[in-house]
């Protein structure tokens, strides 16, 4: 099994940036499709983004984060990133990274998850 660890929420500002970071151990995160969900309270869990095994590989967008987020992975470090700009008041949630054997884009086609980071965004 892989272990995912998600880290680089915070309190921010509207109009600002974070980077969040997934560290995957017990196997190679190259094994996996992965995939960055959020989760407000009261709200379903929801899509952000996802990306394929390897570079040049399938990266998808949610239509709400589409020109202002960016999903990358390095294999070699074992981590998936999910770099956030210009950030709304309405992006705040728990976000999630998840891993999945192939690319999708629904919570229960993966299969791992992390525990999850806050990101809150003042307006």
């Known amino acids: 099994q892989v272990q995912l660890v998600e880290s680089g929420g915070g309190l921010v500002q509207a109009g600002s940036s974070l980077r969040l970071s997934c560290a995957a151990s017990?196997?190679?995160?190259?094994?996996?499709?992965m995939g960055w969900f959020r989760q407000a309270i009261g709200k379903e869990r929801e899509y952000v983004a996802g990306?394929?095994?390897?570079?040049?590989?399938?990266?998808y967008y949610a239509d709400y984060v589409r020109g202002r987020f960016t999903i990358s992975r390095d294999n070699a470090k074992n981590t998936v990133s999910l770099q956030m700009n210009s950030l709304k008041p309405e992006d705040t949630a728990v976000y999630y990274c998840?891993?999945?054997?192939?690319?999708?884009?629904?919570?229960?086609?993966?299969?791992?998850w992390g525990q999850g980071t806050q990101v809150t965004v003042s307006s």
């Open positions: 017990g196997r190679a995160l190259s094994n996996y499709a």
């Open positions: 998840a891993a999945s054997s192939a690319i999708a884009t629904t919570p229960r086609e993966y299969n791992y």
């Open positions: 990306i394929s095994r390897w570079r040049g590989g399938s990266i």
